[in-house]
């Protein structure tokens, strides 16, 4: 069984979620595996936001 403390984990999180993004993880269990997955949003999608925040002024 691998251990760790968790570091990279919450590095991935902060960073993913510096770009707009959102981390997931997953699991069925103790000993059965672990999913992780992270969204980050197209360059299109931040242009959109950018584009409402200044008309918002």
Known sequence: MNTGIGVGLALVRQIVELHGGT???????IGKGSEFSFR??????????????AARG
């Open 23 to 29: 981390v997931q993880a997953k699991s069925p269990g």
């Open 40 to 53: 980050l949003p197209t360059v299109a999608a931040l242009q959109d936001r950018a584009d409402r925040a």
